[in-house]
Nanobody
Framework: QVQLVESGGGLVQAGSSLRLSCAVS????????MGWFRQAPGRKREFVTA????????SYSDSVKGRFTISRDNAKNTINLLMYSLKPEDTAVYSC????????????????WGQGTQVTVSS
């Protein structure tokens, strides 16, 4: 089974930056699409960004576009999310997802999910 483990979350002040990482293990995932989602208490899971493992054309939600950047290191089976100019409304549990289908990743129906890492942005 594919396993995803997020790291890098924490408590930061508004306007600061944070980098999240998602490590993939269990099997070869070079052809997997990957994505990041977030969920705040009492809210539905929200799409953040997604990218094909073998492509360099990521998509972003309007709420994070221009502030968040997704990158990948296929050799290390890792994807990263660089978050800058963080706002209190960015506070959420951030989870990464993987699937052979980019469409399923973007639709939040990916086959594999991590348990998430908490990001808290104070004002």
């Amino acid at each position: 089974q594919v396993q995803l483990v997020e790291s890098g979350g924490g408590l930061v002040q508004a306007g600061s930056s944070l980098r999240l990482s998602c490590a993939v293990s269990g099997r070869t995932v070079m052809n997997y699409a990957m994505g990041w989602f977030r969920q705040a208490p009492g809210r539905k899971r929200e799409f953040v960004t997604a990218i094909n493992w073998n492509a360099d054309d990521p998509s972003y939600s309007d709420s994070v576009k221009g502030r968040f950047t997704i990158s990948r290191d296929n050799a290390k089976n890792t994807i990263n999310l660089l978050m800058y100019s963080l706002k209190p409304e960015d506070t959420a549990v951030y989870s990464c997802a993987a699937d052979l289908s980019l469409a399923r990743v973007r639709a939040a129906t990916a086959s594999y999910w991590g348990q998430g890492t908490q990001v808290t942005v104070s004002s």
